[in-house]
């Protein structure tokens, strides 16, 4: 087993690392790249890999889930923010957290992946078990993805946050000027 991490390297809160590494006695197999590689490195890393494990704590958009199934990696993820959709409606193994917490400095809920269910997870990927299904099933999902949705969604927050304003707007008294919203600036 080979643990490939493109991760904040730097990162001041939580472990470091590379302690953890060398208290696993895992770093002859072990190497850690900076977040933000170039497209054709980063494709790379996908495409050298048997399964991808996302054991992300709080997920926003989940695009390295989308990433890994575009290039064809089986996927392993928490059930957590849009690996939860990713993983039901593309395919893969979706692994309940062994705990969650509301982090205060995130303002967001944060949740710790099962260990044992998710080296369950890989090793059921790693074995071949469903896999041909999954890598099928998620390049479907990801190519069916557009821009629509979240598009649209976009568009209905802009238009009820300016609807919401107008009604928020106060009625001008005689003698009283107010100042322009800031939508009609």
Not at 24 to 39: A, H, M, Q, S, T
Not at 122 to 128: F, V
Request: charged residues 25%.
């Amino acid at each position: 087993v080979k643990h490939v991490l493109v991760t904040r390297v730097g990162n001041q809160i939580g472990w470091r690392l590379i302690d953890k590494v060398i208290e696993l006695d895992i770093l002859d197999n072990y190497v850690e790249f900076e977040r933000g590689l170039p497209f054709k490195e980063l494709w790379s890393l996908y495409a050298c890999a048997d399964v991808y494990l996302s054991c992300s704590k709080g997920e926003g958009a989940g695009l390295p889930i989308i990433e890994a199934m575009s290039v064809g990696v089986p996927v392993v993820g928490t059930r957590a923010g849009a690996i939860i959709e990713h993983i039901e409606r593309g395919g893969g193994w979706l692994i309940d957290p062994m705990f969650s917490f509301c982090d205060p400095y995130g303002n967001a809920d944060r949740h710790y992946i099962d260990t044992t269910k998710a080296t369950q997870a890989l090793l059921e990927a790693k074995s071949g078990l469903n896999v041909k299904a999954a890598v099928k099933k998620a390049r479907e999902y990801v190519e069916s993805r557009t821009w629509d949705i979240p598009v649209n969604q976009l568009d209905e927050a802009v238009r009820s946050f300016h609807v919401e304003e107008e009604q928020a707007q106060p009625t001008e008294a005689v003698g009283q000027t107010t100042l322009p919203s800031i939508a009609s600036l």
